[in-house]
């Protein structure tokens, strides 16, 4: 374990996209307006954690065309699934293992 919290990961709007990404199944990737609706963001501001996670290598963000408009689909990779449950282990260390 690291001395530190991933600062990548601690931000909280981060935090619950990641914790919303690890918890789907499969991998399933989650849009643009279910991440916005678990993180109660603004569209801005949802878009600019997502460009930080997806430049540290944490999600991968695609875009798909739905009629003519695009639908962003964003997806947890092996980095950010283990960032995140190292994040984790970080805090149970701080609480005592709760």
């Not at 989650?30 to 540290?56: I, M, P, Q, S, Y």
Request: charged share 30%; no cysteine; glycine share 10%.
């Amino acid at each position: 374990m690291s001395e530190g919290p991933d600062e990548v990961v601690h931000q909280t709007t981060r935090l619950r996209i990641l914790a919303a990404l690890d918890a789907e199944p499969d991998d399933k990737p989650l849009d643009f307006a279910r991440l916005k609706g678990v993180t109660e963001a603004t569209d801005g501001n949802l878009g600019a954690h997502l460009a930080t996670l997806e430049k540290a290598g944490y999600v991968a963000v695609e875009k798909e065309a739905v009629g003519k408009r695009f639908r962003t689909l964003v997806t947890i990779t092996d980095a950010g699934r283990a960032a995140f449950l190292a994040h984790l282990a970080f805090l149970k260390a701080i609480v005592g293992g709760r």
